[in-house]
Structures are given as C-alpha cells and as structure tokens.
C-alpha cells in the first residue's frame, strides 16, 4: 500500500491538514470529561447555578469549535483521497495501455474492469479513513491515558489493561481477513467475467437457450462470493461484543475501585465520572479504528492487486526513437525466419515465415481456421514481437520505431468491427484528428460507405452508439474500414473486415482499393478465395507454416493446399480457366 501513496503528490497539504484538524478535535473532545467533572464537584455541590450554566456554555462552545474543525478535516481528507483516486486511476489506465497483447492476454479483461473500479474505489475510501481517523483514534486513546493518568494514575492501570486487550482483538480481527477480503476481490473478477460474457454474448446464449445454464454458473459464482463476505463478515463481527465486553468490565472494576476512592476522600465523584467518560471515549475511539482497521484491511488487499498490475512491465517497451527514414529500394514489410508462440501455448502459432512485400503491393492472406493468419498481420502491425527471426518495413527493424511513427505508418481494420460512441466524424478522426471532411469523404467512397452514410440524418454528424449497434455488420466493417484509410497509411491491413459483405460490395471494394491507394500496400487476410485472387501475391498458411507464396494462377499449379481452399469455394470452371 505504501507504494500507492506517491498517487498523494500534490495534495500533500490537505494530507497534512485533515489529521491536524482531527487531532485539534480531539484535544477539545479531551476536555469535556474535565469541564463535567468541575460541574458535578463545583456547580451541583455548591447549587451553583451561574457556574452550572458557564460550564454548560463551555461545552457548547468545545462542541462547536470541535465541529467545525471535523468538518474541516474530513473537506481536505476528501480532497486528498479523491486527488489520489483520480491519480491512481489515470496512471493504472496510463500503465494499461502500455502492456502487450501478451501481459493483457495473460492478465485478462474482467480482472482490469474489476481492479480499475472497485479495487481502486476501496483505497480511495481506505485513504480517506486513513487521514480522518488513523492518527485520531491513538491520539485520543493516548490522551484519554495522560487525563486519566493525571486523575488516578493507580486506575490507569485498567485503562492500560483494557486497551491492551483491545488492541490484541483488533490485531487478531485484522490477521485473520486480511486473505480472505483479498480472495473475495478475486471472486469479484469471476464475477465481473461471467456478467461481461453473458452480456456480451446474450444474443448467442440466448440462441442456444442456455439461459438457465449461465444462471446456474452465475448463481454459484455469485454464492461463493457471498459465503467468503460472509465469511469476512463472521469474523468481523466479533469486533464489537468482543471490545464492548471488554470495556465494560473495565467500568465495572473502575466503579468498584473508584467507590472506594470516592468514600477514602482519595477521588471526587466527578472524577470518577471523568475517568467513566475517558474509558467512553477510548472504546468509541477503539471501534472507530476497529472500522477503519476493517476499511484498510479492504484497501491493503486491493492495494496488492494495484500493485500487481502496476508491476507487471510490458515486454514491449516504446523505443521512443526519432522518426526513421525508409530505406531506398526496402520492401515495405520483410519476414525473415520468424517463428512465434503465444504465451502458454504448447506449439508455435508460426513457424519459419520468410516473404516479402514491396511497396504498392496487394497481398492476400489465405488459409483454413487457426493456420496463424491474425497472428501474422499481428506481427506486421507489431502486436507482438517475433520469438525467432526479424520483422522489418521499409528496411528498418520493426522493433526500432516509436510507437507512434508506426502506428502512423500502419492502418488496421480487425476482425470485429468496433465503432466508438460519438459521431461518424468523431469515429473517422480517431487516427487523423485534422482530417477535413473531403478526406472522409474519400475514404468512405473507397470503402463503398459514401452511400448509406448519406442517407443518414445529418451524415458525418449521425450518431454511432454504444458499439456501433445502430448499424449492421456490413455497415460496421465499411465505415472501419474508411476509418483506417482517412490517414492514409503507407501499409493498410484488412483482418478478415469484409466477411459481412456481399460478393458485389466486395468486389467494388476491392476494385476501389486498387485504383486509389497507389502506393499503400495492402494485405487482405480472408478466407475466401475470390477475395484475394486478384492480389498481386498470395500467402497461404497451413497451421503456422507458409505454405505458398506466389500469385492466383501459379498457386493453383504449385500449391496443394490453397488449390484445395480453391476447389472448396470456387466452380471447376473457374479453377479450370485460371490453370
């Protein structure tokens, strides 16, 4: 947890200030137990009204002033925590960003949804707590024992006793939840999964009518994180009875032994009712910082798991180097021995891919389901680094650009179209935020989505919601498309982005891609053979391994398994005319 506490930089004030004002509370809060014992030894012993009521007044006023120096603090505690939430939260979504698809793969998604919402939400209301309450609590206890101390220092002794006992069950409440609070975040992941899977995939579950089946595995999830709160619950529940006993059978030996003072001469029966109220105010002193104790507890767990995710470094780091130039005569993307495995696979995903693309080619990328075709058109777009061999573009180590010049280099449409909520313009200048409304237009024509854009109400300023729901899969792949075309990227890959599209928009998609991106080189990952025919070479995978890698016509003569991929989707007559 300490090593969240830099996120507090900048409001090292307001986090020096809301203790100092609680402690400032709790000096008038120690005085009162004073003031009622001169009112019960001086005013009601002598009937002396007038000083009766000044005493009263006095307790007004320490109320008041005490007051008013509590709301202080907790205004700068707030303050403080939500400035180190806010902190916490941009740098965790900062450090997110900067993973790898390995260290996201391996971490998964519900696990970050959980960890940026809830686990930071308990440490922030874990700082808050903190600055309002952990140096309060002992300050008053402590204080409680110098008054009490100053009283009867022979009767201190069972406040010394008592709030030794306290502080023992409060450590061994603590001990014993700390692993448990921290399990059930974990189980708060499951639970966050099993609710994105079910609403992402409603349409799927409830297509194959397994609705009862996801409410059973969700109840149980669900149950077995109520039973390890409950749990946490139990154990926690025994702060109170447990410290309540405690100091009640410290009053008890407090009243014998001071009634006995009291009819010695030794004490005063305001003294005694003193020392009564310092035990009150050690026990509410000690259950609030039983609750606070409850509160870090919560906070420490989910402090660790911050901290996992902030320690976790990407094996992908941002060279940050200066703009590179292309090397003269280059191929714009070279594969040379390359061989990758995902992380935890038993097998690599490719194997020895060597090929070439020059500038202003089209490639086709062709093979059947998981031969390592998004994993290929990963590596070019450097989603993941090689395990063997070397990617290259434009005659430079991929590995040595900034991030940012071949991010401007490379446009990627991906296998699920995914649109953001805003605007159509909004969505065309995510990779060109000057981009002119001519040259979304131009991209939209290429992409054969000039049509049905115009047609909507407003056009470029019509609304995409909540993941482009409010336009079909077609739509979706189309308008992605132009989105990646509106900067013009000198290499332009197309994941499998036009499976939604009937043969004809296809076709003219293709066709547009070829007359009006001269220059851009262009690699069409597809399962359909006539999508990548007309490519100027072919790559064909077969389970990792580059099986082919020539044109339409020479492949059919030379490689088995694209001809196979062929001869499945294509007529006789067709491969006939080809050969």
């Known amino acids: 947890m300490h090593k969240l506490m830099r996120y507090i930089r900048g409001y090292e004030k307001q986090a020096l200030l809301a203790p100092l004002f609680k402690m400032l509370e709790a000096c008038f809060e120690l005085f009162v137990p004073l003031v009622v014992a001169s009112i019960i030894d001086t005013g009601i012993k002598n009937a002396d009204s007038v000083y009766i009521w000044q005493r009263c007044g006095l307790l007004v006023l320490l109320a008041v002033v005490g007051l008013i120096c509590s709301l202080t603090a907790q205004y700068f505690s707030a303050q403080a925590a939500l400035g180190f939430g806010t902190a916490l939260r941009k740098d965790l979504f900062r450090h997110i960003n900067t993973l790898s698809y390995s260290e996201l793969d391996g971490i998964g998604t519900p696990t970050l949804v959980t960890r940026m919402t809830s686990d930071i939400n308990q440490v922030q209301n874990g700082v808050n707590l903190t600055l309002r309450l952990l140096l309060r609590s002992p300050f008053i206890v402590i204080g409680a024992l110098i008054m009490a101390c100053s009283i009867s220092p022979h009767l201190t002794l069972l406040f010394l006793g008592a709030t030794a006992v306290i502080s023992l069950i409060i450590w061994g409440i603590m001990r014993a939840t700390v692993p448990i609070y921290h399990e059930a975040q974990t189980t708060l992941d499951r639970v966050t999964l099993l609710t994105r899977e079910n609403y992402v995939g409603a349409r799927v579950v409830r297509a194959f009518a397994r609705q009862a089946d996801e409410l059973d595995a969700f109840v149980q999830t669900n149950d077995h994180l109520k039973k390890i709160q409950f749990s946490a619950g139990r154990i926690s529940a025994l702060m109170n009875p447990l410290t309540y006993l405690v100091v009640n059978l410290a009053v008890i030996a407090l009243l014998l032994a001071g009634g006995k003072d009291v009819s010695t001469g030794t004490l005063t029966q305001g003294e005694v009712i003193a020392l009564i109220n310092y035990m009150s105010q050690i026990l509410l002193s000690l259950l609030r910082l039983a609750d606070l104790v409850i509160s870090i507890t919560r906070a420490l767990a989910s402090g660790v798991r911050l901290n996992e995710i902030l320690n976790t470094r990407t094996t992908m780091p941002d060279p940050a180097a200066a703009e590179l130039p292309a090397v003269a005569g280059a191929p714009a993307v070279d594969f040379r021995d390359v061989t990758f495995t995902y992380r935890g696979a038993g097998a690599p995903s490719l194997t020895d891919i060597s090929f070439a693309a020059q500038p202003g080619e089209t490639v086709g990328v062709i093979g059947g389901t998981g031969s390592g075709k998004t994993t290929l058109i990963d590596l070019v777009a450097r989603f993941y680094d090689p395990e063997q061999g070397a990617v290259q573009l434009f005659g430079q180590d991929i590995r040595s650009y900034a991030f940012g010049q071949l991010r401007r280099m490379i446009g990627i449409v991906p296998q699920q179209a995914v ?111 006539a999508s990548v025919q007309r490519a100027d070479h072919i790559l064909v995978l077969d389970d990792g391994a580059l099986a082919g890698d020539a044109d339409h016509a020479t492949l059919l003569r030379t490689c088995p398994v694209y001809k196979e991929i062929c001869l499945s989707q294509l007529s006789k007559e067709e491969v006939a005319k080809t050969l």
């Open 419 to 529: 649109l953001f909520t805003g605007t159509i313009r909004d969505n065309m200048r995510w990779a060109a935020p000057d981009a002119t409304d001519e040259e979304i237009w131009a991209a939209l024509e290429i992409a054969q989505a000039a049509d049905f854009v115009r047609g909507k109400p407003g056009q470029l300023d019509a609304p995409v919601e909540t993941a482009g729901r409010n336009f079909s899969g077609g739509q979706r792949q189309r308008l992605t498309i132009a989105r990646a075309l509106v900067p013009r990227p000198r290499i332009l890959i197309l994941d499998d982005s036009a499976s939604a599209l009937d043969f004809a928009t296809d076709a003219a998609l293709r066709k547009a891609l070829k007359e009006q991106t001269a220059g851009m080189t262009v690699f069409i990952v597809s399962q359909r053979a």
